[in-house]
């Protein structure tokens, strides 16, 4: 019984440290759980996020919410001040906001930080082939959907549609899901966004409508990445869509999640950790989180979270100053 009695005792005080270390550990740690700013219902960002929210979930014991949002701008805005936990963004708009130029117009957004790269983002754009429409250059007078207000295709679509020197008749902003049954119904000439690889919509409609793939030629890319460094040349390899059947040539950006600074280091550590160990879970929900490297981060634009910092130095990244945060 003496034995039995110092074996539970000594069973408690394990238990008991452990507890008090788990505790010291959260401290500060969110206790009804968080958001994840996304983009509309259907887009790519909102299935994406399904990923975070599980690893959040299962891996850290914190419950997460994906919201529907209008996408990375929006969610640069959110996260700065706190209406968001967590925000997916593509690199440009949040070079923008970090500096106050381009979207932000002067209004410095310098409360966001990185955690971790998420996928590269093509500008896709798909026609009806009966309409004639076969590249960015016969856009003239046409009706052009770009998608929500707030997200980086209706941010930089109508900017490269502009470097290709023509003017639409108009440009429509709403969900990729409208704009689609606009196409659909004949009251738009062309849908476009910027998404990972394959999106949803163009795979879905060209196996029941004859459609057109179209990206953004070499030399209207070449003049914008110029004005617009953050972006690079890439290529929708054939074969990913049907109605592609040669490799299209267009625009790409990164896409990072990002939280405020004032989240506490040791949670967006361990989420990070997370985030890389458990990639095959990230896969499952999307394809385009293959890309889910921590080598990537060395694309992004802006300062790192320090617990971000503290993990890719852990496994030997080696960061340039201006990505160490502050």
């Not at 856009?139 to 900017?159: D, E, H, L, R």
């Not at 060209?206 to 953050?230: L, M, N, Q």
């Amino acid at each position: 019984m003496k034995k039995l009695l110092i074996i539970l005792v000594s069973v408690m005080f394990v238990f008991a440290v452990v507890s008090l270390s788990d505790a010291q550990q959260r401290k500060g740690w969110p206790t009804k759980g968080v958001t994840i700013g996304a983009a509309p219902i259907g887009g790519v960002y909102y299935i994406w996020a399904g990923g975070p929210a599980k690893v959040l979930g299962e891996k850290l014991g914190i419950p997460a919410s994906v919201e529907s949002t209008g996408g990375p701008v929006h969610n640069v805005q959110l996260v700065n001040v706190k209406q968001l936990d967590f925000g997916m963004v593509t690199a440009a708009p949040a070079y923008e906001g970090w500096t106050g130029t381009g979207w932000a117009k002067g209004k410095k957004y310098q409360d966001i930080r990185a955690i971790f790269p998420m996928y590269t983002t093509y500008f896709q754009m798909y026609a009806l082939k009966k309409s004639g429409v076969k590249s960015v250059k016969d856009f003239g007078g046409k009706s052009i959907g770009t998608g929500p207000v707030g997200g980086t295709p209706a941010t930089y679509w109508p900017m490269i549609i502009a470097e290709a020197g023509v003017k639409p008749k108009r440009i429509v902003n709403a969900s990729s899901s409208d704009l689609d049954n606009q196409l659909k119904d004949g009251l738009l000439d062309a849908n476009g966004q910027s998404v990972g690889l394959p999106w949803g919509l163009i795979s879905a409609d060209e196996t029941t409508h004859d459609i057109v793939v179209i990206g953004v030629e070499s030399d209207i890319a070449d003049r914008f990445i110029k004005k617009h460094p953050d972006f690079a040349k890439g290529i929708i390899p054939k074969g990913t869509y049907k109605s592609a059947p040669n490799d299209v040539t267009t625009l790409t950006v990164w896409n990072f999640m990002i939280t405020h600074k004032d989240m506490p280091a040791d949670l967006v550590y361990e989420f990070t950790k997370e985030i890389f160990k458990n990639k095959p879970l990230l896969i499952s929900v999307h394809k385009s989180a293959k890309e889910v490297e921590p080598k990537n981060i060395l694309y992004c634009p802006i300062p790192l979270h320090p617990g971000a910092v503290k993990y890719y130095e852990e496994i030997g990244i080696k960061l340039p100053k201006e990505l160490k945060g502050q």
